[in-house]
């Protein structure tokens, strides 16, 4: 025997194989258009509509997602349910998630309250910093290396966006580009899993399913 | 005298469940012990196997008592789980064990 085998990397195959059909990273990349497509939406809509206006997007993005799982994925890939270890390790992910979550609100709500007061890059920078700890914390506890690469890009757009506007005077703040891209990403990679998934993976009427004959 | 001592010797050997060292009954009995439970399509997809060749281990194994199937209702159709049963989830312990015992004996 040449390679060691090991349960807990067999687990991890089983957990990463359940997001292996892109529909994370289409979402991610969903969340964030909002910050490439909401400075043209700004001048008709205001600059609180034009935001709000992504609460139904995302609603609907979520929902379109759950029925591509229910319906494409899953009878593509079949269903698993994950075992104490993986659940008390989600339960510590949640409470980690919920401690930045909750240090992100508290200066959501100082920054607020003292917008005048705080320079503009303080903003931007606590932006970045926010999206770089949840992307690495969640690829750090669900061992998703894709996920550091999606937080840096994400984090980056702000600033290479306020240097863009800087020295060559982008418009809106060069969000529209630096969002663009870094939500084009995991986009594009979504799109070319599930697209490879559903390629990979048909559903043969020609196969004899298992299924009627087991268990009685 | 002699023969005995090495079927002495080598008893860990002789005494692992056949039933779980087949390697695709090995398979799907190593991923349906890191989760809690699984359906086939699930199961043919990380294994590899045939559904034939699935369904026949699966078939062995859960007439060992080591897998059970549980039938359930999504929507109007009908869906098939699979889990270790706790004699399964013993058994695999054992065998683990066992393996380990023999193969850290063993001479480099």
């Given at each position: 025997?040449?390679?060691h085998i090991s349960l807990r990397e067999a687990?991890?195959?089983?957990?990463?194989?359940?997001?292996?059909?892109?529909?994370?990273?289409?979402?991610?990349?969903c969340v964030f258009l909002m910050f490439a497509v909401a400075p043209f939406l700004s001048?008709?809509?205001?600059?609180?509509?034009?935001?709000?206006?992504?609460?139904?997007?995302?609603?609907?993005?979520?929902?379109?997602?759950?029925?591509?799982?229910?319906?494409?994925?899953?009878?593509?890939?079949?269903?698993?349910?994950?075992?104490?270890?993986?659940?008390?390790?989600?339960?510590?992910?949640?409470?980690?998630?919920?401690?930045?979550?909750?240090?992100?609100?508290?200066?959501?709500?100082?920054?607020?309250?003292?917008?005048?007061?705080?320079?503009?890059?303080?903003?931007?920078?606590?932006?970045?910093?926010?999206?770089?700890?949840?992307?690495?914390?969640?690829?750090?506890?669900?061992?998703?290396?894709?996920?550091?690469?999606?937080?840096?890009?994400?984090?980056?757009?702000?600033?290479?966006?306020?240097?863009?506007?800087?020295?060559?005077?982008?418009?809106?703040?060069?969000?529209?580009?630096?969002?663009?891209?870094?939500?084009?990403?995991?986009?594009?990679?979504?799109?070319?899993?599930?697209?490879?998934?559903?390629?990979?993976?048909?559903?043969?009427?020609?196969?004899?399913?298992?299924?009627?004959?087991?268990?009685? | 005298?002699?023969?005995?001592?090495?079927?002495?010797?080598?008893?860990?050997?002789?005494?692992?469940?056949?039933?779980?060292?087949?390697?695709?009954?090995?398979?799907?009995?190593?991923?349906?012990?890191?989760?809690?439970?699984?359906?086939?399509?699930?199961?043919?997809?990380?294994?590899?196997?045939?559904?034939?060749?699935?369904?026949?281990?699966?078939?062995?194994?859960?007439?060992?008592?080591?897998?059970?199937?549980?039938?359930?209702?999504?929507?109007?159709?009908?869906?098939?789980?699979?889990?270790?049963?706790?004699?399964?989830?013993?058994?695999?312990?054992?065998?683990?064990?066992?393996?380990?015992?023999?193969?850290?004996?063993?001479?480099?």
């Amino acid at each position: 025997m040449s390679q060691h085998i090991s349960l807990r990397e067999a687990e991890q195959k089983v957990f990463a194989s359940a997001f292996a059909d892109g529909l994370w990273d289409i979402m991610i990349g969903c969340v964030f258009l909002m910050f490439a497509v909401a400075p043209f939406l700004s001048r008709s809509l205001g600059d609180f509509w034009s935001s709000a206006v992504f609460v139904p997007f995302w609603a609907l993005a979520y929902l379109a997602t759950w029925v591509i799982r229910k319906y494409v994925v899953r009878p593509r890939v079949g269903v698993v349910r994950f075992g104490p270890w993986r659940k008390a390790r989600l339960t510590r992910f949640s409470i980690a998630m919920l401690a930045v979550f909750t240090i992100a609100f508290v200066l959501g709500i100082f920054s607020a309250l003292r917008f005048g007061t705080v320079p503009a890059w303080v903003h931007t920078a606590s932006f970045s910093l926010i999206v770089l700890s949840t992307f690495s914390l969640t690829a750090t506890f669900l061992r998703f290396t894709w996920l550091y690469i999606y937080g840096a890009l994400i984090a980056l757009s702000p600033l290479v966006g306020e240097w863009l506007y800087l020295h060559s005077s982008a418009p809106h703040h060069g969000y529209p580009v630096t969002f663009g891209v870094s939500t084009g990403v995991p986009l594009f990679v979504g799109l070319a899993k599930l697209i490879h998934l559903v390629h990979s993976h048909p559903i043969s009427n020609h196969e004899s399913h298992p299924e009627e004959a087991a268990g009685g | 005298m002699a023969e005995n001592h090495i079927d002495e010797t080598l008893r860990a050997l002789v005494d692992i469940d056949q039933v779980i060292h087949a390697p695709a009954r090995l398979t799907v009995l190593t991923y349906l012990y890191v989760v809690e439970s699984a359906d086939f399509r699930f199961l043919k997809n990380v294994t590899g196997l045939t559904w034939g060749n699935l369904s026949s281990h699966v078939s062995k194994l859960e007439e060992a008592g080591y897998v059970a199937v549980e039938k359930e209702f999504r929507g109007k159709k009908p869906h098939t789980m699979l889990h270790l049963t706790d004699e399964g989830r013993a058994a695999f312990r054992a065998y683990k064990q066992s393996m380990q015992q023999v193969l850290d004996d063993l001479p480099d």
